[in-house]
T-cell receptor
Framework: QKEVEQDPGPLSVPEGAIVSLNCTYSNSAFQYFMWYRQYSRKGPELLMYTYSSGNKEDGRFTAQVDKSSKYISLFIRDSQPSDSATYLCAMSREYGNKLVFGAGTILRVKS | DTEVTQTPKHLVMGMTNKKSLKCEQHMGHRAMYWYKQKAKKPPELMFVYSYEKLSINESVPSRFSPECPNSSLLNLHLHALQPEDSALYLC??????????????FGPGTRLLVL
């Protein structure tokens, strides 16, 4: 079993839809949770980060962490074709700097 | 400024060549990382430097040799690579510390092709 599970997709949605991206994990030691967006042939770009459980909102993006269920989500409101990319969840333990990534979900927003 | 820069953007090398990848950040981060990413896969950690000292080597073959000359620079020296080493090589940096959120910021990567 992988430490972090993420459905690779692809996920296709119409423009304007609400997108829900999710990851589950098995290690309760994870404390920091991040979402990265990666366009084709580019480096990952940090979108959101959350420490421990809770919600965080930034513009059209909302990140949720439920540590009791070992489940994290990223919601994108009013999705745009420019949101088409691969979305990687990542997490790390409280001590040490090693990030563990999910496989990445390919998102396609159609106009 | 949350920018990590990497040079070159693209590199083609033969199996007998020696080349170097360079990474630079000016965010005052004291941890720097090298990752390897194959197509349609997540980044795989190779090395971590913390305060200019190598702290993690993920059992990377010796044909990859990292170097951290100072707190802003990170190099990856390449020698006698194999075609299967072709990938996107990503550099990242972050703050270090217990109470500090350890978000890593990535550079755009160097796309390496080994012939």
């Amino acid at each position: 079993q992988k430490e972090v599970e993420q459905d690779p997709g692809p996920l296709s949605v119409p423009e304007g839809a609400i997108v829900s991206l999710n990851c589950t994990y098995s290690n309760s030691a994870f404390q920091y949770f991040m979402w990265y967006r990666q366009y084709s042939r580019k480096g990952p770009e940090l979108l959101m980060y959350t420490y421990s459980s809770g919600n965080k909102e930034d513009g059209r993006f909302t990140a949720q962490v439920d540590k009791s269920s070992k489940y994290i989500s990223l919601f994108i409101r009013d999705s745009q074709p420019s949101d088409s990319a691969t979305y990687l969840c990542a997490m790390s333990r409280e001590y040490g700097n090693k990030l563990v990534f999910g496989a990445g979900t390919i998102l396609r927003v159609k106009s | 400024d949350t920018e990590v820069t990497q040079t070159p953007k693209h590199l083609v090398m033969g199996m007998t060549n020696k080349k170097s990848l360079k990474c630079e950040q000016h965010m005052g981060h004291r941890a720097m990382y090298w990752y390897k990413q194959k197509a349609k896969k997540p980044p795989e950690l190779m090395f971590v430097y913390s305060y200019e000292k190598l702290s993690i080597n993920e059992s990377v073959p010796s044909r990859f040799s990292p170097e951290c000359p100072n707190s802003s620079l990170l190099n990856l020296h390449l020698h006698a690579l194999q075609p299967e080493d072709s990938a996107l090589y990503l550099c990242a940096s972050s703050q270090v510390g217990r109470q500090v959120q350890e978000t890593q910021y990535f550079g755009p990567g160097t796309r390496l092709l080994v012939l």
